[in-house]
């Protein structure tokens, strides 16, 4: 069974301060990894990776993607109060980009 | 570019009363997904549509949902009956279906089930 983690659950931050947000899997066929940003509603999408060690970045928010660890990272600096949300995580997986979600990690920041 | 509709946006029905929710994807995307996101977890996939064809649906509770998708374009989703583990976000999301395994999926808004 495909298995995405994610890591911490939940994280509290100042506004400002830089976070670390992990994601690890363990897919049969992996194709790609894409993060998401979900607030009140929809997720919406912030990244796909599909090659090892090709960072993706916009603004303050960054992504790497290691296929021989099997993890990825994504990078939030300087951050503010609009960034508080739930991060997840998706490995999409065959032709048929079927999408396994880990549990998300909740942040907060905080003024 | 319009995004992904749904509606309802809410639902409150009581546990063995039937619901139904649509979906109606970005235009021209050939495929279309249904997930349930209990609260908590991340979103898990119930069934997925390749135009009006299904492509996966072995996660989907046969018993009491079902989908369809009859023009290739918006598709329902229905529970019938309803049990009080049901109650969760359901949401709906699309993507293009023209590269195969690296395909972005955009979501809808979601509706929000309560089943009492």
């Known amino acids: 069974e495909d298995k995405v983690v994610q890591s911490p659950l939940s994280l509290v931050v100042h506004e400002g301060d830089t976070v670390t947000l992990n994601c690890s899997y363990e897919?049969?066929?992996?194709?790609?990894l894409l993060w998401y940003k979900q607030e009140k509603k929809a997720p919406t999408f912030l990244f796909m990776l599909?090659?090892?060690?090709i960072e993706k970045k916009s603004g303050r928010l960054s992504s790497i993607l290691d296929k021989k660890e099997l993890f990825s990272i994504l990078n939030i600096t300087a951050t503010q109060t609009g960034d508080s949300a739930i991060y997840l995580c998706?490995?999409?997986?065959?032709?048929?980009?079927?999408?396994?979600f880990g549990t998300g990690t909740r942040l907060q920041v905080t003024l | 570019e319009a995004g992904v509709a749904q509606s309802p946006r809410y639902k409150i029905i009581e546990k063995r009363q039937s619901v139904a929710f649509w979906c109606n994807p970005i235009?021209?995307?050939?495929?279309l997904y249904w997930y349930q996101q209990i609260l908590g977890q991340g979103p898990k996939l119930l069934i997925q549509?390749?135009?009006?064809?299904?492509?996966?649906d072995s996660q989907l509770p046969k018993d009491r949902f079902s989908a369809e998708r009859l023009k290739g374009v918006d598709s329902t989703l229905k529970i019938q009956p309803a049990k009080l583990e049901d109650s969760a976000v359901y949401l709906c999301a699309s993507s293009s279906g023209i590269v195969a395994g690296t395909d972005t999926q955009y979501f809808g808004p979601g509706t929000r089930l309560t089943v009492l």
């Open positions: 235009s021209g995307h050939a495929t």
């Open positions: 599909t090659s090892s060690g």
């Open positions: 549509f390749q135009n009006n064809g299904v492509v996966d």
């Open positions: 998706a490995v999409s997986t065959g032709t048929a980009s079927k999408l396994t």
């Open positions: 897919v049969t066929n992996f194709r790609s």
